[in-house]
Protein backbone atom coordinates (compact mmCIF):
# COMPACT_ATOMS: atom_id res chain seq x y z
CA UNK A 1 0.00 0.00 0.00
CA UNK A 2 1.58 3.33 -0.44
CA UNK A 3 2.33 5.56 1.73
CA UNK A 4 0.29 9.02 2.42
CA UNK A 5 1.85 12.29 0.59
CA UNK A 6 3.05 14.96 3.25
CA UNK A 7 4.01 18.50 2.14
CA UNK A 8 7.01 19.55 4.03
CA UNK A 9 7.07 23.47 4.14
CA UNK A 10 10.63 23.99 6.20
CA UNK A 11 13.50 21.57 6.68
CA UNK A 12 13.09 19.87 9.64
CA UNK A 13 16.48 17.99 9.84
CA UNK A 14 17.95 14.67 8.45
CA UNK A 15 16.38 12.70 12.10
CA UNK A 16 12.68 14.16 11.65
CA UNK A 17 13.00 13.76 7.86
CA UNK A 18 14.25 10.26 8.04
CA UNK A 19 11.45 9.35 10.72
CA UNK A 20 8.70 10.97 8.68
CA UNK A 21 10.05 8.97 5.54
CA UNK A 22 8.91 5.83 7.00
CA UNK A 23 5.23 6.43 7.32
CA UNK A 24 5.02 9.23 4.19
CA UNK A 25 6.09 10.22 1.05
CA UNK A 26 7.51 13.47 1.23
CA UNK A 27 7.06 16.37 -0.70
CA UNK A 28 9.90 18.79 -0.05
CA UNK A 29 8.62 21.93 -0.85
CA UNK A 30 11.67 23.76 1.31
CA UNK A 31 14.06 22.45 -1.68
CA UNK A 32 11.68 23.67 -4.83
CA UNK A 33 13.63 26.81 -7.03
CA UNK A 34 9.64 27.47 -8.23
CA UNK A 35 7.38 27.01 -5.43
CA UNK A 36 3.78 28.04 -7.39
CA UNK A 37 5.08 25.27 -10.16
CA UNK A 38 6.07 22.95 -7.18
CA UNK A 39 2.44 23.50 -5.57
CA UNK A 40 0.37 22.94 -9.28
CA UNK A 41 2.28 19.62 -9.48
CA UNK A 42 1.29 17.70 -6.05
CA UNK A 43 -0.56 15.16 -6.33
CA UNK A 44 -4.36 14.96 -5.41
CA UNK A 45 -5.52 14.08 -2.00
CA UNK A 46 -2.42 15.71 0.52
CA UNK A 47 -3.99 15.55 3.98
CA UNK A 48 -0.50 15.66 5.88
CA UNK A 49 1.69 19.12 6.27
CA UNK A 50 4.93 19.65 8.35
CA UNK A 51 6.23 22.48 8.48
CA UNK A 52 8.55 25.14 10.79
CA UNK A 53 7.20 28.05 13.49
CA UNK A 54 8.70 30.74 11.47
CA UNK A 55 7.77 29.01 8.12
CA UNK A 56 4.21 28.22 8.94
CA UNK A 57 1.34 27.41 6.75
CA UNK A 58 -0.54 30.11 4.96
CA UNK A 59 -4.68 30.43 3.89
CA UNK A 60 -3.37 30.12 0.18
CA UNK A 61 -1.58 26.64 1.13
CA UNK A 62 -4.73 25.54 3.21
CA UNK A 63 -6.73 26.00 0.58
CA UNK A 64 -4.73 24.80 -2.09
CA UNK A 65 -5.20 21.64 -0.25
CA UNK A 66 -8.79 20.75 0.20
CA UNK A 67 -8.33 17.28 2.02
CA UNK A 68 -5.95 19.09 4.55
CA UNK A 69 -6.48 17.43 7.73
CA UNK A 70 -3.53 18.31 9.95
CA UNK A 71 -0.48 20.75 10.34
CA UNK A 72 2.26 19.54 12.33
CA UNK A 73 4.80 23.00 13.57
CA UNK A 74 8.02 22.97 15.01
CA UNK A 75 8.38 24.91 17.12
CA UNK A 76 6.31 26.38 20.21
CA UNK A 77 5.15 29.08 18.59
CA UNK A 78 2.73 29.02 15.64
CA UNK A 79 1.75 32.27 14.55
CA UNK A 80 3.13 32.22 11.08
CA UNK A 81 0.18 29.36 10.42
CA UNK A 82 -3.08 30.75 9.77
CA UNK A 83 -4.96 29.18 12.39
CA UNK A 84 -8.02 30.78 11.62
CA UNK A 85 -8.37 29.32 8.24
CA UNK A 86 -7.21 25.99 9.28
CA UNK A 87 -10.09 25.71 11.71
CA UNK A 88 -11.92 27.41 9.13
CA UNK A 89 -11.52 24.27 6.99
CA UNK A 90 -11.42 21.90 9.88
CA UNK A 91 -7.53 21.40 9.70
CA UNK A 92 -5.80 20.11 13.44
CA UNK A 93 -2.90 21.94 14.45
CA UNK A 94 0.00 21.26 16.04
CA UNK A 95 2.94 22.54 17.89
CA UNK A 96 6.11 21.09 20.33
CA UNK A 97 6.12 22.86 23.41
CA UNK A 98 7.47 21.84 26.53
CA UNK A 99 10.15 19.95 25.08
CA UNK A 100 12.40 23.50 24.56
CA UNK A 101 11.48 25.01 27.93
CA UNK A 102 14.81 24.57 29.77
CA UNK A 103 16.54 25.19 26.68
CA UNK A 104 15.31 28.26 26.21
CA UNK A 105 15.50 29.65 29.78
CA UNK A 106 19.01 28.49 29.90
CA UNK A 107 20.11 30.56 26.90
CA UNK A 108 17.67 33.77 28.15
CA UNK A 109 19.84 33.28 31.85
CA UNK A 110 23.56 33.17 29.24
CA UNK A 111 21.94 36.39 27.46
CA UNK A 112 21.66 38.08 30.61
CA UNK A 113 24.88 36.92 31.97
CA UNK A 114 26.32 38.30 29.01
CA UNK A 115 25.04 41.30 29.01
CA UNK A 116 25.09 42.39 32.91
CA UNK A 117 29.16 41.01 32.56
CA UNK A 118 29.62 42.38 29.41
CA UNK A 119 31.11 39.36 28.11
CA UNK A 120 31.53 40.10 24.26
CA UNK A 121 33.11 43.01 25.10
CA UNK A 122 35.33 41.20 27.83
CA UNK A 123 36.03 38.81 25.24
CA UNK A 124 37.08 40.91 22.67
CA UNK A 125 39.23 43.30 24.93
CA UNK A 126 41.69 40.13 25.57
CA UNK A 127 41.96 38.93 21.66
CA UNK A 128 42.56 42.44 20.78
CA UNK A 129 45.44 42.40 23.31
CA UNK A 130 44.03 45.50 25.27
CA UNK A 131 44.19 43.95 28.76
CA UNK A 132 48.36 43.94 28.18
CA UNK A 133 48.00 47.39 27.03
CA UNK A 134 45.02 49.36 28.60
CA UNK A 135 45.15 47.33 32.11
CA UNK A 136 41.93 45.83 33.72
CA UNK A 137 38.44 45.55 32.18
CA UNK A 138 36.27 47.89 33.62
CA UNK A 139 34.11 46.73 36.15
CA UNK A 140 30.26 45.55 35.06
CA UNK A 141 27.06 44.51 36.63
CA UNK A 142 25.51 41.37 38.08
CA UNK A 143 21.97 39.50 38.32
CA UNK A 144 22.37 38.87 42.13
CA UNK A 145 19.36 41.50 44.09
CA UNK A 146 17.87 42.79 40.76
CA UNK A 147 14.36 42.39 39.63
CA UNK A 148 13.46 40.77 36.61
CA UNK A 149 10.02 41.53 35.04
CA UNK A 150 8.86 38.33 32.58
CA UNK A 151 6.32 39.61 29.71
CA UNK A 152 4.39 36.02 29.02
CA UNK A 153 4.37 33.66 32.27
CA UNK A 154 3.72 30.71 30.05
CA UNK A 155 6.10 27.24 30.35
CA UNK A 156 9.36 28.94 29.46
CA UNK A 157 8.41 31.88 31.39
CA UNK A 158 8.24 29.79 34.07
CA UNK A 159 11.16 28.09 33.29
CA UNK A 160 13.26 31.05 33.29
CA UNK A 161 11.59 32.24 36.53
CA UNK A 162 12.72 29.33 38.49
CA UNK A 163 16.54 30.09 37.05
CA UNK A 164 16.34 33.93 37.97
CA UNK A 165 15.83 33.06 41.44
CA UNK A 166 18.55 30.49 41.21
CA UNK A 167 20.52 33.75 40.58
CA UNK A 168 19.09 35.47 43.37
CA UNK A 169 16.73 37.71 41.61
CA UNK A 170 13.21 38.80 42.41
CA UNK A 171 10.65 37.85 39.60
CA UNK A 172 7.09 40.00 38.86
CA UNK A 173 5.62 39.26 35.33
CA UNK A 174 2.93 40.44 32.55
CA UNK A 175 0.44 38.18 31.43
CA UNK A 176 -2.97 38.90 30.05
CA UNK A 177 -4.79 37.04 33.69
CA UNK A 178 -3.20 36.85 37.13
CA UNK A 179 -1.61 33.49 37.92
CA UNK A 180 -2.82 33.61 41.79
CA UNK A 181 -0.96 30.19 42.43
CA UNK A 182 2.72 31.41 41.37
CA UNK A 183 4.58 33.23 43.34
CA UNK A 184 5.50 36.07 41.50
CA UNK A 185 3.33 39.75 41.32
CA UNK A 186 1.37 40.16 38.57
CA UNK A 187 1.10 43.75 36.74
CA UNK A 188 -1.92 44.32 34.48
CA UNK A 189 0.09 46.64 32.86
CA UNK A 190 3.64 46.32 30.95
CA UNK A 191 4.64 49.43 31.04
CA UNK A 192 3.96 49.97 35.12
CA UNK A 193 6.23 47.15 35.82
CA UNK A 194 9.20 48.45 33.87
CA UNK A 195 9.19 50.89 35.89
CA UNK A 196 9.59 48.96 38.71
CA UNK A 197 12.07 46.25 37.34
CA UNK A 198 15.75 46.16 36.30
CA UNK A 199 15.17 43.58 33.68
CA UNK A 200 12.55 43.04 31.06
CA UNK A 201 12.39 39.72 29.54
CA UNK A 202 9.88 39.02 26.63
CA UNK A 203 9.03 35.22 26.11
CA UNK A 204 4.83 36.31 24.96
CA UNK A 205 3.75 34.56 22.15
CA UNK A 206 3.56 36.74 19.17
CA UNK A 207 -0.91 37.92 18.88
CA UNK A 208 -2.55 40.89 17.64
CA UNK A 209 -2.58 42.32 21.79
CA UNK A 210 1.19 41.49 22.24
CA UNK A 211 2.81 43.40 18.87
CA UNK A 212 4.64 45.86 19.79
CA UNK A 213 4.14 45.51 23.72
CA UNK A 214 7.28 46.29 24.82
CA UNK A 215 6.86 49.79 22.85
CA UNK A 216 8.78 53.32 23.39
CA UNK A 217 6.88 54.07 26.51
CA UNK A 218 7.90 51.38 27.63
CA UNK A 219 11.91 51.22 27.24
CA UNK A 220 11.15 54.98 28.56
CA UNK A 221 9.63 53.36 31.65
CA UNK A 222 12.41 50.66 32.10
CA UNK A 223 14.93 53.76 32.02
CA UNK A 224 18.34 54.58 31.45
CA UNK A 225 19.41 51.71 34.37
CA UNK A 226 17.16 48.81 33.06
CA UNK A 227 17.86 46.43 30.47
CA UNK A 228 15.86 44.39 27.84
CA UNK A 229 16.56 40.33 26.89
CA UNK A 230 14.19 39.19 23.84
CA UNK A 231 13.42 35.67 23.59
CA UNK A 232 9.70 35.63 21.95
CA UNK A 233 9.50 37.38 18.92
CA UNK A 234 10.62 40.05 17.09
CA UNK A 235 7.56 42.28 16.24
CA UNK A 236 7.48 42.32 20.34
CA UNK A 237 9.23 44.91 20.44
CA UNK A 238 9.27 48.27 18.55
CA UNK A 239 12.75 47.73 16.80
CA UNK A 240 13.53 51.77 15.89
CA UNK A 241 12.43 52.72 19.32
CA UNK A 242 14.67 50.28 21.24
CA UNK A 243 17.93 50.99 18.76
CA UNK A 244 17.03 54.56 19.31
CA UNK A 245 17.04 53.72 23.41
CA UNK A 246 20.07 52.41 23.40
CA UNK A 247 21.74 54.89 21.16
CA UNK A 248 21.00 57.60 23.45
CA UNK A 249 21.55 56.02 27.03
CA UNK A 250 17.55 55.87 27.29
CA UNK A 251 18.27 52.11 28.69
CA UNK A 252 21.48 50.45 29.82
CA UNK A 253 21.74 47.54 27.18
CA UNK A 254 19.82 44.62 25.39
CA UNK A 255 20.30 41.16 24.96
CA UNK A 256 17.63 39.92 21.77
CA UNK A 257 18.25 36.52 19.95
CA UNK A 258 15.18 36.97 17.75
CA UNK A 259 14.12 40.22 15.37
CA UNK A 260 12.11 42.13 13.47
CA UNK A 261 12.97 40.83 9.59
CA UNK A 262 15.03 37.51 10.12
CA UNK A 263 17.59 37.32 8.67
CA UNK A 264 18.52 40.68 8.82
CA UNK A 265 19.57 42.49 11.94
CA UNK A 266 20.00 46.02 11.71
CA UNK A 267 23.57 48.03 11.05
CA UNK A 268 22.70 50.44 13.58
CA UNK A 269 21.85 47.18 16.37
CA UNK A 270 25.28 45.44 15.26
CA UNK A 271 27.59 47.96 15.74
CA UNK A 272 26.12 48.79 19.56
CA UNK A 273 28.71 47.95 22.27
CA UNK A 274 25.66 47.66 24.45
CA UNK A 275 23.73 44.90 22.91
CA UNK A 276 24.39 40.60 22.84
CA UNK A 277 22.69 39.19 19.33
CA UNK A 278 22.13 35.34 19.01
CA UNK A 279 20.88 34.62 15.49
CA UNK A 280 17.43 33.04 17.08
CA UNK A 281 19.44 29.86 18.95
CA UNK A 282 17.12 29.95 21.72
CA UNK A 283 16.48 25.87 21.44
CA UNK A 284 19.03 25.36 19.29
CA UNK A 285 21.01 22.63 20.69
CA UNK A 286 21.03 18.95 19.29
CA UNK A 287 19.08 17.13 22.00
CA UNK A 288 15.91 19.99 21.80
CA UNK A 289 16.07 20.28 18.07
CA UNK A 290 15.79 16.42 17.84
CA UNK A 291 13.10 16.05 20.54
CA UNK A 292 11.26 19.15 19.02
CA UNK A 293 11.26 17.27 15.55
CA UNK A 294 10.53 13.71 17.48
CA UNK A 295 7.35 15.62 18.50
CA UNK A 296 6.41 16.46 15.15
CA UNK A 297 6.85 12.64 13.57
CA UNK A 298 4.64 11.70 16.74
CA UNK A 299 1.64 14.47 15.82
CA UNK A 300 1.79 13.19 12.33
CA UNK A 301 1.82 9.58 12.94
CA UNK A 302 -0.94 10.14 16.08
CA UNK A 303 -3.50 11.28 13.27
CA UNK A 304 -2.53 9.25 10.37
CA UNK A 305 -3.43 5.77 13.06
CA UNK A 306 -6.17 7.74 13.78
CA UNK A 307 -5.51 8.75 17.63
CA UNK A 308 -5.52 12.06 18.92
CA UNK A 309 -2.86 14.31 18.51
CA UNK A 310 -0.36 14.85 21.69
CA UNK A 311 0.00 18.95 21.16
CA UNK A 312 -3.14 20.33 19.72
CA UNK A 313 -3.40 24.21 19.23
CA UNK A 314 -6.45 24.04 17.13
Known sequence: MSKPDLLVLWDLGPHALGALEQDFTLHRHFEADDRDAFMADLPGGVRFVATGGGT???????????????ISSFGVGYDAVDVTAAREHGVRVTNTPDVLNDCVAQVTMALMLALAHRLPEADRYVREGRWETEGNFPLTDELT????????????????????QAFSMRVVYHGRTDQPHEPYVWYDDPKAMARDVDWLVVIAPSTDQTRGIVSKDVLDALGPEGRLVNVARGDLVDEEALIAALSSGGIAGAALDVFAQEPHVPEALRKLDNVV????????TVKTRRAMGDLVVRNLRAHLRGDPVLTPVA
Do not use: F, M, N, W
Open 56 to 70: GCSREIIEALPDLEI
Open 145 to 164: GKTVGIIGLGRIGKAIARLA
Open 277 to 284: LLPHQGSA
